[in-house]
Nanobody, 125 residues
Framework: VQLQASGGGLVQPGGSLRLSCTVSGRLSDYYGIGWFRQAPGAEREFVAGIFWRDGSTGYTDSVKGRFTISRDTAKNTVYLEMNSLKPEDTAVYYC???????????????????WGQGTQVTVSS
C-alpha cells in the first residue's frame, strides 16, 4: 500500500485549499483513510477520516463546518477540502490508511500503519 499526498501550499487566512491523497494497492473497502496534521513541536493529530465502502466520515471538532473529506473510488483518491483556513491550521498534513477494519473512523495515529509523505499547509498573511 502506498499513499501520495499533494495539494499543500501557502494561503491567506480565510482562504481555501484542497488536498489529495492517492492510494495504490489499498487492501479493502472496509479500511478507513484518515488525514492527520502535525505542527512544529506538536503531536500528530487527527483531522478527518472516511471509509471507502460507504463514504461515512469523521472529523475533529476544530475543523467541523470548515473542512470536508470525500473520496473518488474510481481514482482511489481521498480529498480534503479546507475552507475558512486559520493560521492555527498551519501544519504538515498526512494521509494514512487504518491497519484494520472498524465500524467507526479511528482517531489515534497508532490505528494507522500506512502513511503518505506529508504536504505542507501554511496559512499566513
Amino acid at each position: 500500500v502506498q499513499l501520495q499526498a499533494s495539494g499543500g501550499g501557502l494561503v491567506q487566512p480565510g482562504g481555501s485549499l484542497r488536498l489529495s491523497c492517492t492510494v495504490s494497492g489499498r487492501l479493502s473497502d472496509y479500511y478507513g483513510i484518515g488525514w492527520f496534521r502535525q505542527a512544529p513541536g506538536a503531536e500528530r493529530e487527527f483531522v478527518a477520516g472516511i471509509f471507502w465502502r460507504d463514504g461515512s466520515t469523521g472529523y475533529t471538532d476544530s475543523v467541523k463546518g470548515r473542512f470536508t473529506i470525500s473520496r473518488d473510488t474510481a481514482k482511489n483518491t481521498v480529498y480534503l477540502e479546507m475552507n475558512s483556513l486559520k493560521p492555527e491550521d498551519t501544519a504538515v498534513y498526512y494521509c494514512a490508511q487504518q491497519r484494520r477494519s472498524t465500524i467507526a473512523i479511528q482517531k489515534s495515529p497508532s490505528e494507522y500503519n500506512y502513511w503518505g509523505q506529508g504536504t505542507q499547509v501554511t496559512v499566513s498573511s
